[in-house]
């Protein structure tokens, strides 16, 4: 069954009833041809999901009724927050789905040192627009309760200021060959954790010391090197499974 996502104010439990608006409406009835009584997912971006009858196709939105809610749940109870120093070409595209498909909350993109992409402010937002509608597709693909957040571009500065809201971060690095992400996490009862990634090419030495300083853990991710965007993905992937739901603990 095809899954949309709605915001919880198009939603009325009272009259179970939902509406789904915008690009949505042009998929739903041109591309999967919906009709009337057809059955579709519906998310309200919160972790709840409902089991939906088309009721009504209008050129702006479609009206829908309310037949079943859904009791499972898609989200983690930890939430990861991966930051993303700026790759090049179309890598942030799989970073972004790939992160989203696993249970990542948020991925925040960061302009290192060695960030080889810099983005100007006048394509920023159309390539954020683009990137933002991949978290989306993605979001719907792998049945998340939630679309996860696209934060950025930041600067190394202002990623570390955000860190500090964390409750635990990480920091794969290369050269860390002593601890790695699985010890750094045992018996870990923190609710929110960030991990800073860096770019092709990795950390510059300073700023792995920054990150230090403000009470980050550097850890190894194994032997062998990993690319950017498949250190983004394992690292994830490790906290996720460890410490919440990835792997089958549901």
């Not at 983690?76 to 799989?94: A, D, H, N, R």
């Given at each position: 069954m095809d899954r949309f996502f709605t915001p919880k104010s198009n939603i009325n439990l009272e009259q179970n009833t939902c509406v789904i608006e915008g690009e949505d409406v042009k998929h739903i009835s041109r591309v999967l041809r919906c009709r009337e009584n057809d059955k579709l997912e519906v998310c309200d971006m919160d972790n709840n999901e409902y089991i939906c009858e088309i009721k009504e196709i209008n050129k702006d939105n479609i009206l829908l009724d309310i037949i079943e809610k859904v009791n499972i749940k898609r989200e983690s109870s930890i939430k990861v927050k991966l930051y993303q120093g700026m790759p090049k070409g179309t890598k942030m595209e799989l970073i972004l789905q790939k992160l989203t498909e696993i249970g990542v909350d948020e991925i925040v993109l960061v302009q290192t040192k060695r960030s080889?992409?810099?983005?100007?402010?006048?394509?920023?937002?159309?390539?954020?627009?683009?990137?933002?509608?991949?978290?989306?597709?993605a979001a719907k693909q792998s049945k998340r309760g939630k679309i996860p957040k696209l934060t950025g571009v930041l600067t190394f500065k202002e990623a570390l200021a955000d860190m500090q809201n964390n409750d635990l971060n990480l920091c794969p690095y290369e050269n860390e060959r002593t601890i790695s992400i699985k010890e750094a996490i045992k018996d870990s009862s923190a609710n929110t954790i960030g991990i800073f990634v860096g770019?092709?090419?990795?950390?510059?030495?300073?700023?792995?010391?920054?990150?230090?300083?403000?009470?980050?853990?550097?850890?190894?991710?194994?032997?062998r090197i990993l690319r950017t965007e498949t250190a983004s993905v394992v690292a994830s992937s490790i906290v996720l499974y460890e410490l919440s739901d990835l792997g089958g603990n549901i």
């Amino acid at each position: 069954m095809d899954r949309f996502f709605t915001p919880k104010s198009n939603i009325n439990l009272e009259q179970n009833t939902c509406v789904i608006e915008g690009e949505d409406v042009k998929h739903i009835s041109r591309v999967l041809r919906c009709r009337e009584n057809d059955k579709l997912e519906v998310c309200d971006m919160d972790n709840n999901e409902y089991i939906c009858e088309i009721k009504e196709i209008n050129k702006d939105n479609i009206l829908l009724d309310i037949i079943e809610k859904v009791n499972i749940k898609r989200e983690s109870s930890i939430k990861v927050k991966l930051y993303q120093g700026m790759p090049k070409g179309t890598k942030m595209e799989l970073i972004l789905q790939k992160l989203t498909e696993i249970g990542v909350d948020e991925i925040v993109l960061v302009q290192t040192k060695r960030s080889v992409t810099k983005i100007d402010n006048k394509k920023e937002d159309k390539k954020i627009e683009r990137w933002e509608r991949i978290i989306y597709e993605a979001a719907k693909q792998s049945k998340r309760g939630k679309i996860p957040k696209l934060t950025g571009v930041l600067t190394f500065k202002e990623a570390l200021a955000d860190m500090q809201n964390n409750d635990l971060n990480l920091c794969p690095y290369e050269n860390e060959r002593t601890i790695s992400i699985k010890e750094a996490i045992k018996d870990s009862s923190a609710n929110t954790i960030g991990i800073f990634v860096g770019p092709e090419g990795g950390f510059e030495e300073e700023e792995v010391e920054k990150i230090q300083e403000i009470d980050g853990k550097v850890v190894s991710l194994g032997p062998r090197i990993l690319r950017t965007e498949t250190a983004s993905v394992v690292a994830s992937s490790i906290v996720l499974y460890e410490l919440s739901d990835l792997g089958g603990n549901i």
